[in-house]
């Protein structure tokens, strides 16, 4: 079987049978009173680079995808690792931009920039590793019927500004908040500290939020309701939006590129989260295995759709 028949999920599924471990955002270590957290994550030019990003941007992105990772399982960055290839004819300038973004990345998050490794490739690609500490790793497995679904910031930004750049590149500057949350996303790292103290479970939406969903379903075996209502877009969300004419909540439910942040939290511990400090409830753990979408007091099934690698 070729990988794009399988897919990087049910990929990753086999790679953690062998290993014997459960699928996580990132890797757990059990020290004396803390966990160690460690994520790898990888920027490949063609996929991962829109048109117009800077190198700056790049640096900054690579730093992104890998703290988001640390914020999923409730961990303080504190160091960071970067592997570069690049082509021999790549201006020296433009190697050095990608330097300070990550640089400047790892600074703001209270984390050290520690070295890394180069080599020459065809094509830009990024690996970074990030290493967190926790005191309370929060997984995947442990959600439970009863349990809220919270979401971090607001979603389908990232992917309206990627379906405008194919339409008209110019056009993104007139919506500079979607221009900056296609361009430099940032971690929910602050978010993930106050979670990290009452979440059940926890995950980054970086795929989409329903492939998010199932993620946390498969895991911890449960289901899920999730009121359309209540999804946060943003105003310049859905202006753009309508100019463009595609769905504001199609692009929030299936959009990537996000990189916020999905919680389930006890009902008993609900009380506890500052909602007017960026977070929002959209529904409901469930007994049954289905994630479920209502809109307008009709449910459906929520297709489990999104950005998945090596599918074509």
Do not use: W
């Not at 117009?52 to 730093?63: C, N």
């Not at 703290?67 to 020296?92: H, V, Y």
């Not at 979607?178 to 059940?200: D, H, N, W, Y």
Request: glycine share 8%; with cysteine.
């Amino acid at each position: 079987m070729e990988l794009f028949q399988l897919g990087e999920k049910k990929l990753v599924e086999k790679l953690c049978e062998i290993l014997g471990n459960k699928v996580e955002d990132a890797a757990c270590i059990k020290l004396n009173s803390d966990f160690l957290v460690i994520s790898t994550d990888m920027i490949y030019e063609q996929t991962h680079v829109p048109e117009g990003m800077s190198y700056y941007q790049i640096g900054k992105l690579i730093v992104t995808v890998n703290f988001s990772d640390l914020a999923a399982m409730a961990a303080k960055p504190l160091a960071f690792l970067l592997a570069i290839g690049c082509s021999r004819n790549m201006k020296e300038e433009n190697f050095l931009e990608i330097i300070r973004g990550v640089k400047d990345s790892c600074q703001k998050y209270g984390a050290r920039f520690v070295g890394g490794d180069t080599k020459e490739a065809e094509k830009l690609t990024l690996t970074g590793t990030a290493i967190g500490l926790t005191e309370r790793p929060v997984f995947r497995y442990k959600a439970r019927p009863g349990d809220k679904i919270v979401v971090t910031g607001t979603l389908g930004d990232a992917a309206l500004g990627l379906e405008l750049l194919k339409k008209k590149r110019n056009k993104l500057k007139d919506y500079p908040y979607i221009k900056k949350r296609t361009f430099e996303p940032e971690p929910r790292v602050k978010e993930a500290l106050l979670l990290g103290e009452i979440a059940s479970s926890m995950t980054d939406i970086s795929d989409s939020l329903a492939i998010s969903l199932y993620d946390i379903s498969k895991e911890s075996n449960v289901g899920f309701e999730i009121f359309s209502e209540k999804i946060p877009i943003s105003e310049e969300a859905l202006e753009l939006a309508k100019i463009i004419g595609v769905s504001p909540l199609e692009k929030a439910l299936y959009g990537g590129g996000d990189y916020e942040l999905l919680a389930t939290i006890p009902k008993d511990k609900i009380d506890k989260l500052p909602l007017n400090e960026g977070f929002t409830i959209i529904g409901n753990v469930i007994e049954q295995r289905k994630i479920f979408l209502v809109s307008n007091g009709k449910k459906r099934i929520l297709e489990k759709m999104g950005y998945e690698h090596f599918k074509r």
